[in-house]
């Protein structure tokens, strides 16, 4: 059966200092990946998806980015945190069209940018 | 692209009572609407969906149903348990090659002892 991890659970980093988000698949292969963000009591925000090795669609103008440096690894980065980064980040996955249309979202990062 | 709108924000029940939270979609061309859960701290879990050529979806007290010529649908949960206060997302997929869902802004609902 199909697993996605993410790491780390939580983190406190200052102003300023950079952020690294990663989120790992198993047990699917080619699958659509994407990163969302919750602020405290609110929706989902689509940050970043990705169809594939390297192909990476920005939804959100931001100081973040997003890496798919294999098939089944995301990964979320900062050079410089704000303190409006601050929030719950969750990584996703979905196969491809045509093999089901679900996302299953992993465990969730909480970020405080202090 | 797609717009889904989700009402209402807040809802608050008591316990054993119906809920019933709606969503609206804008494109006729979405074929699959997924329901999630998420509690408090949590990640969104999947509790529910359907798919455009069934107007009507049961699993116990969980019920999902769809107007396409609408375009909206509908979570019903009977018979409310404590449990079952969450924050609620419906989302729509619009396929023809779209990589992603849009998801209504999420109801928080309470339930009542």
């Known amino acids: 059966s199909q697993t996605i991890h993410q790491w780390p659970a939580t983190l406190v980093q200052p102003v300023g200092s950079p952020l690294s988000l990663e989120c790992t698949v198993e047990g699917t292969s080619n699958p659509n990946l994407y990163w969302y963000r919750q602020a405290a009591g609110r929706g989902l925000q689509l940050l970043f998806y990705s169809v594939g090795i390297g192909q990476i669609s920005s939804e959100v103008p931001q100081n973040l980015s997003a890496s798919r440096p294999q098939d089944r690894q995301f990964i979320l980065s900062s050079k410089k945190l704000l303190l409006s980064d601050s929030g719950f980040y969750l990584c996703?996955?979905?196969?491809?069209?045509?093999?089901?249309?679900?996302?299953?979202f992993g465990e969730g990062s909480w970020l405080t940018v202090v | 692209g797609e717009n889904v709108e989700q009402h209402p924000s807040t809802l608050s029940v008591q316990e054993g009572d119906s809920a019933v939270i709606k969503c609206t979609y804008s494109?006729?061309?979405?074929?699959?609407f997924p329901w999630y859960k998420q509690e408090l701290g949590k990640r969104p879990q999947l509790i529910i969906d359907i798919r455009s050529n069934v107007g009507e979806k049961k699993d116990q007290r969980i019920a999902v149903t769809l107007n396409k010529t609408a375009k909206h649908f509908s979570l019903h949960i009977t018979e409310t348990q404590p449990e079952d206060s969450a924050v609620y997302f419906c989302?729509?997929?619009?396929?023809?090659?779209?990589?992603?869902?849009?998801f209504g802004k999420g109801t928080k609902l309470s339930v009542i002892p």
């Open positions: 996703a996955w979905r196969g491809q069209p045509g093999a089901g249309n679900t996302i299953y």
């Open positions: 989302a729509a997929y619009s396929g023809a090659g779209s990589y992603q869902l849009t």
């Open positions: 494109d006729s061309a979405s074929n699959y």
